[in-house]
């Protein structure tokens, strides 16, 4: 039988059927399928050069640009492990990741977050490499030379399907992010899913916004990549409304993904502005990461009127696991749709493991055949993240009698802030290490721009006096910027609910909101 093909292996073909078709681009530059899949073999015989073995990982710290493109490609040509990191993390943070990574690409204007924690870091000097238009940095190796140091042939390397491809690290529930492996079969499966259920074809072109260290750009990066399809990263550090809406216009795209809050920030644009910049070429248009609201909804089929509007549940473990199609977003406001093609039946579970009757609450579990291997180094993290072949990533649903599920609250308490999950735990454990604070339960508090805002309650010593600015300044150097208090209050011990047990009820705390 033959084996699932790697995206290395789809490009290759791609190259070869498409030579001179745009593959991919971000807003500096555009490469074709040939160049593209060139630069991929010369990149990742280069990296086997500096004497990488297959399963070997490679950290992954940059902005959004192509050369995301060429490193996902050279990572499954030579056998590779490629490791994003969320730019937005700090030095310990990013230190954690890199302990089990044997080389870094680190984009130059990222270089600082790395240097800081270099008398700590394992990879060797050789393997630091730097991305970007600035000349390369003391200890680092210019992106462009050791590329232009490979063979632009296919390496010599057989890739299996149950290969591990990408480790992405997830927000961990204990403080401690968990690396989620992933395999080229697995992302050939949600490739052949993304295309079917959602109806893309290689006349279509992509738009990627989201980071491409997060799952959803990957995602979709592999699946239009596998049709012949162009991808164009969009390169810009943060979201500009305008920006965004104009380069949808001009690129022509026919996809992009957006979170509420992107939508929301462009439906905030003026009359003149969505006039002045003409979207009509937009096919299809995804809401991801958060649940949006009905009337950012209307105002974005109004403004897009030739697209169809998709929204999906699924997380970086899962793949997709539902998809709420164009003609229910209306009729079945705030629900996350119906199980996606290809994947099995979901259930939904009490704390016993039985199914939960119609329109009752239970742990959501789905079946995916594109869903992830395991959590790295993690066995016990992964045996209970499963029962047989159904996965949990711990949110709770119902389900109604025409099989539409509602996501009703997540297991631990996730915040989705601007797209980005965010655990409590984490922020709770870094709070707590003030000498002031006694204890602290961090919550999510509605917020019309980001969806949910990071929200601390604060218990203080007795005795102790402490400002906002002061923990904020605290969170400030600890924390990433989307994982920090947007706001605080500081209550009593005894206004702080608690079980029998003495766990603190996030869930009261959320309703005195």
Not at 299 to 319: C, D, H, K, P
Not at 435 to 455: L, M, N
Request: proline share 4%.
């Amino acid at each position: 039988m033959t084996p699932l093909l790697s995206m290395g292996e789809t490009l290759s073909v791609n190259a070869a059927l498409y030579p001179d078709k745009t593959g991919a681009r971000d807003l500096r530059r555009s490469i074709s399928f040939r160049v593209w899949n060139q630069r991929a073999c010369r990149l990742a015989n280069a990296l086997l050069g500096l004497g990488l073995g297959k399963g070997d990982r490679i950290a992954v710290l940059a902005y959004n640009c192509v050369e995301w493109m060429e490193i996902y490609a050279a990572t499954a040509k030579a056998g590779l492990v490629a490791v994003p990191i969320n730019f937005r993390l700090l030095g310990d943070e990013i230190l954690y990741i890199l302990e089990d990574c044997a080389a870094g690409l680190v984009q130059d204007e990222l270089l600082g977050s790395v240097t800081g924690i270099g008398d700590r870091l394992s990879i060797p000097g050789r393997n630091l490499v730097q991305l970007g238009r600035k000349a390369a940095s003391a200890g680092f190796t210019a992106y462009e030379s050791l590329l232009q140091s490979g063979a632009d042939t296919e390496p010599d390397m057989q890739v299996a399907a149950t290969d591990t491809w990408v480790l992405m690290y997830t927000s961990g529930t204990t403080g401690k992010p968990k690396g989620a492996m992933r395999s080229h079969g697995s992302h050939a499966l949600l490739n052949f899913a993304t295309l079917s259920d959602m109806g893309f074809d290689r006349d279509d072109s992509c738009l990627l916004v989201m980071p491409m260290c997060h799952a959803n750009s990957l995602n979709f990066a592999s699946a239009f990549a596998s049709a012949g399809a162009t991808c164009c990263v969009y390169d810009r550090k943060s979201f500009d409304a305008e920006h965004m809406l104009q380069t949808l216009s001009e690129t022509r795209s026919t996809f992009t993904s957006l979170v509420p809050t992107h939508y929301i920030m462009l439906m905030g644009l003026s009359q003149a502005l969505k006039a002045k910049y003409p979207a009509d070429g937009v096919r299809k248009l995804l809401i991801s990461s958060a649940p949006a609201r009905r009337d950012t909804k209307i105002a974005i089929m109004e403004q897009f009127r030739n697209s169809q509007l998709l929204e999906v549940y699924g997380s970086t473990e899962q793949g997709w696991a539902t998809l709420l199609r164009p003609s229910e977003q209306l009729s079945k406001l705030g629900s996350v749709g119906r199980e996606f093609t290809g994947s099995g039946r979901i259930k939904l579970l009490d704390e016993e493991g039985g199914e939960v009757p119609e329109g009752e609450v239970g742990e959501l579990y789905s079946r995916t055949p594109w869903c992830f291997e395991g959590y790295w180094n993690l066995p016990d993290k992964t045996t209970e993240a499963f029962r047989g072949p159904y996965l949990s990533v711990g949110d709770m649903a119902r389900r109604d009698a025409e099989g539409f599920y509602t996501l009703v609250d997540r297991k631990n308490n996730m915040i989705i802030s601007g797209g980005e999950n965010v655990y409590p735990s984490e922020i709770e454990n870094v709070l707590g290490g003030h000498a002031k604070i006694r204890d602290v339960a961090v919550i999510g508090r509605p917020d019309a721009k980001w969806g949910e805002a990071v929200h601390a309650v604060i218990v203080l010593r007795d005795g102790e006096t402490a400002t906002d600015g002061e923990i904020m300044e605290w969170c400030s150097a600890r924390l990433a910027g989307y994982k920090r208090p947007k706001s605080i209050a500081f209550i009593a011990d005894t206004e702080m609910p608690r079980t029998a047990t003495g766990k603190i009820q996030h869930r009261i705390l959320k309703s005195r909101l």
